[in-house]
């Protein structure tokens, strides 16, 4: 049995001879680095497409690599259909019991025939039930319809969440991202608006950008407000009113809100957040083919989900950092009407620029359609890799020769067009041209029988049924916007979950963004017993700031501390130099001691957050009267300085393997992820110099065995030449003995020792074919050894050591009194409401 379980390498089937028509045994296996420069696979129907994108997101996860699979017919769920023990009892829930009834068979008889045929099929391609067990425990599975609970909901539409910072720093890309979002609300509205001359989309685009700039997601429900009350007065250099007047706006905001109050449409309010590296990986980190289930939607609904994913993904892809392995792999089936090559639909930019940017991140595109004149050839340069299967019309074929053609330009590579036409004239099912402009040249072969029982399209009853047995359910994200608060005395490690902003540079005075929970605050002990009145006239050596206030009338403000605390920790040994800024927000005592730094809650608010006045009509709790004292906060200072010394720790994880750290503020799931694509990056980087290096050998001993190849055909040639002249001689040398005048004469003796002579010639000729195949026999055993050591060599460099179960140690680092420094200490007044049970927080 050949050997296809290759590190990086996909098994995607073995060489096919076009003019033989046979399978030939070499394997053809894909570089999966490959895959980061993208692919386009093209076949019509009953071409083998389908099964052969999902043999490529079968090998893509054995090998470690999540997926997303876009899914618009309903088939690529079949990716959920694996079943390792490949019993009858498996395949009869799954079966097409039309295909059942066509072949006059009972569903249970065509049950059993499925199975034993993908068994057998299986056993032809070196494949078993045993590699299906290894694609299950690989990665984890699981349908999303977005509009639907058949399988794992998707939220969509609850919020418009803001783009991460590194995309709002790229004004291109944040044009790019709004303009989008607007066409693609505004398609479900069947509203086809120009992004520069619609009003409605240059309003929806300014509301949006405004909001989004300021780091804030916007409601559905909000945005149907903003849409009659916009945040703006003018739009340009015109009024609000005289570009899009109050009446119309109103027209607009009703349309939307019809659209939220129809009946079903709460589905997309529901599910789980649009959150690319929570669908990617599960909470442990093991990678995860998230199938997005579309079949189900209308061609409107279709468009504003794809854009919206394909947004979401770059959003995720700018996050990252750069690679050139391969981290993620992002598949579309049937992609015409989203990628069309003269109009400009919402999705298009999207896939446009991933086409362009992913590649440096190592997020590999792979688009597939069956009707390839309705695409952009011009737009799909970027692929590296072309499957081209079976065409239906010789239009087509151009237009995919043209696409070919394009991609070699673009890559700078050879491209023989009419060697190319040639081959696609003979293609039949399940046979594909591949044409890798990392390779020397294009291959024929056909594709390896898929692990995954291909059934065809599911129904949202079957999807339902298939997701809760398979146990999808949900992906484990963690809902957004909830900060972790935790007393001076414990901070938090530096394996606590990422925050939604980048931390702060060691040289900026910064507060973290999110407030803690309103119960973790002691309204009792915060309270004075002063009783609420107007605002305490305090010296200006006093700094005062406001938390803004979540309600608008009734609100106390109640006086605390708020102190800014910044601990740098080194460890030269370890690599580490990490600073992390503590706020923390205290509670005025009415014991000896006035602030007490031990007891105090950590917080989570950026500088920006505070307002410097407080909320028009609010009353204020009495001012301790520490507290009205400037020297106060000096001392106070000082005290945090001390209590953080004592207490701050940064807790770091450690690979023993690599020896690698985890970041601040990087969570252990992200760190095993980090340390998995180290893995990876380092396994192809010596992949390639082993590579480099056996290369010469590989080459010269392949270059022998064609000449010795060669050599054997003129010795086959001769021997067989000889042999039929050494049978014509003896013929006529019997017919002359016994058909001439003379019984013996001197003619037949000669022709009898012509005859001896050649017998002797076809001896010499067999011999010298005997040792020629020992010389190619020899050779081919010497490439195979040569092969054997090459992957040996590389098992042996490559560690063993699976970063994602690997046991982590937990370091803890401690910082010197000399790198604790609290910049600040403030009067902080926090709003409050009265409740039945005394003062509420009321802070946003």
Not at 440 to 450: A, E, K, L, S
Not at 579 to 586: D, G, I, M, N, P
Request: hydrophobic fraction near 40%; aromatic fraction near 6%; charge should be negative.
């Amino acid at each position: 049995m050949q050997d296809f379980e290759k590190l990086g390498a996909f098994y995607l089937g073995k060489v096919y001879d076009v003019d033989a028509r046979t399978r030939r045994d070499d394997l053809v296996m894909y570089d999966s680095k490959d895959l980061v420069t993208h692919a386009v696979c093209v076949g019509m129907t009953g071409s083998g497409k389908t099964g052969l994108c999902v043999g490529l997101i079968e090998e893509a996860a054995i090998d470690g690599i999540p997926s997303i699979v876009i899914d618009p017919k309903g088939d690529l769920s079949n990716l959920l259909l694996t079943f390792p023990e490949l019993r009858a009892s498996d395949f009869r829930t799954w079966v097409n019991t039309e295909d059942a009834t066509k072949a006059g068979l009972s569903p249970d008889e065509f049950a059993g025939k499925q199975a034993a045929m993908w068994a057998k099929g299986l056993e032809e391609w070196g494949q078993s039930g045993e590699r299906i067990r290894k694609l299950r425990e690989a990665a984890d599975f699981a349908i999303y319809t977005p509009g639907s609970s058949a399988g794992i909901p998707v939220s969509v539409l609850r919020s418009f969440d803001a783009p991460p910072p590194a995309l709002l720093d790229d004004r291109e890309l944040f044009r790019e991202r709004v303009s989008g979002t607007v066409s693609s609300l505004l398609g479900l509205l069947s509203i086809d608006a120009d992004p520069l001359r619609s009003r409605e989309h240059i309003l929806l685009s300014t509301i949006l950008a405004g909001e989004w700039s300021a780091g804030r997601g916007v409601e559905l429900a909000t945005l149907i407000r903003m849409i009659q009350q916009p945040p703006v007065a003018r739009i340009g250099v015109m009024e609000l009113e005289t570009f899009f007047p109050a009446t119309d706006r109103f027209t607009l905001a009703m349309q939307m809100n019809s659209l939220l109050a129809a009946p079903g449409f709460e589905a997309w309010m529901e599910g789980e957040p649009l959150d690319v590296g929570s669908i990617l990986y599960s909470p442990a980190g093991k990678p995860r083919v998230a199938v997005f289930s579309i079949a189900h939607l209308n061609d409107a609904e279709r468009m504003f989900f794809v854009s919206l994913l394909f947004n979401q993904i770059l959003a995720w892809v700018r996050q990252q950092s750069g690679t050139t392995s391969l981290r993620a792999l992002v598949y579309m089936d049937e992609i015409a009407g989203y990628f069309p090559p003269v109009s400009n639909p919402p999705s298009k930019n999207a896939m446009l620029t991933l086409m362009k940017q992913a590649r440096a991140f190592g997020v590999g595109m792979v688009l597939a359609t069956q009707n390839p004149v309705d695409i952009d050839y011009k737009g799909l340069a970027n692929a590296g890799t072309w499957f081209l299967g079976r065409l239906q019309t010789e239009r087509d074929k151009a237009r995919v020769l043209d696409g070919l053609e394009g991609a070699a330009a673009a890559a700078s590579a050879t491209f023989d067009r009419d060697a190319c036409d040639k081959i696609l004239s003979g293609l039949g099912s399940r046979v594909f041209l591949m044409n890798n402009v990392h390779e020397d040249g294009p291959v024929v072969f056909q594709t390896r029988w898929t692990l995954s029982y291909l059934r065809g399209p599911l129904t949202r009853g079957q999807i339902k049924q298939l997701s809760g047995a398979s146990g999808a359910g949900t992906s484990g994200a963690t809902p957004l916007g909830i900060g972790v608060t935790t007393s001076a005395s414990t901070p938090a490690p530096a394996t606590a979950s990422t925050p939604e902003r980048a931390s702060p540079a060691p040289d900026e005075t910064r507060l973290p963004v999110t407030t803690p929970p309103v119960s973790r605050v002691n309204i009792s002990t915060a309270s004075s017993a002063g009783g609420a009145h107007s605002r305490p006239v305090l010296a200006p050596e006093i700094p005062q700031y406001f938390l803004p206030a979540r309600v608008e009338g009734g609100v106390v403000y109640v006086p605390m501390v708020l102190g800014l605390g910044k601990v740098f920790f080194s460890d030269s040994r370890l690599g580490v130099e990490e600073t992390e800024t503590h706020s923390w927000l205290a509670a005025f005592g009415h014991g000896p001691i006035a602030v007490d730094w031990e007891h105090a809650e950590r917080v989570d608010v950026w500088e920006s957050d505070l307002d410097k006045s407080p909320a028009d009509g609010a009353a204020f709790e009495s001012v301790p009267t520490d507290a009205a004292k400037a020297k106060s906060y000096e001392m106070w200072k000082k005290d945090l300085a001390g209590e953080l010394y004592r207490s701050a720790k940064l807790e770091i994880l450690q690979s023993p393997s690599s020896g690698e750290t985890s970041n601040l503020g990087e969570s252990e799931k992200d760190f095993r992820l980090r340390l998995q694509q180290a893995a990876r990056e380092d396994r192809d980087a010596k992949a390639e110099q082993l590579r480099r290096k056996y290369a010469p050998k590989m080459t010269t001993l392949q270059e022998r065995i064609r000449r010795a190849e060669q050599q054997l055909a003129v010795q086959e040639e001769q021997a067989k030449s000889a042999k039929m002249q050494t049978a014509i001689s003896f013929g006529s040398a019997i017919l002359s003995a016994f058909l001439g005048r003379k019984k013996i004469s001197s003619g037949n003796v000669g022709r009898v020792g012509t005859v001896a002579r050649g017998m002797t010639r076809q001896s010499k000729e067999s011999s010298d074919v005997d040792r020629a195949e020992d010389t190619v026999e020899a050779l081919r055993a010497q490439l195979k050894d040569l092969e054997m050591q090459f992957q040996s060599d590389l098992d042996a460099m490559v560690s063993k050591i699976d970063p994602l179960t690997e046991e982590l140690e937990t370091i803890t680092l401690k910082p010197k009194k000399t790198n604790v420094t609290v910049p600040a200490v403030v009067l902080c007044w926090v709003p409050h409401v009265r409740g039945a049970e005394g003062l509420e927080g009321a802070w946003r």
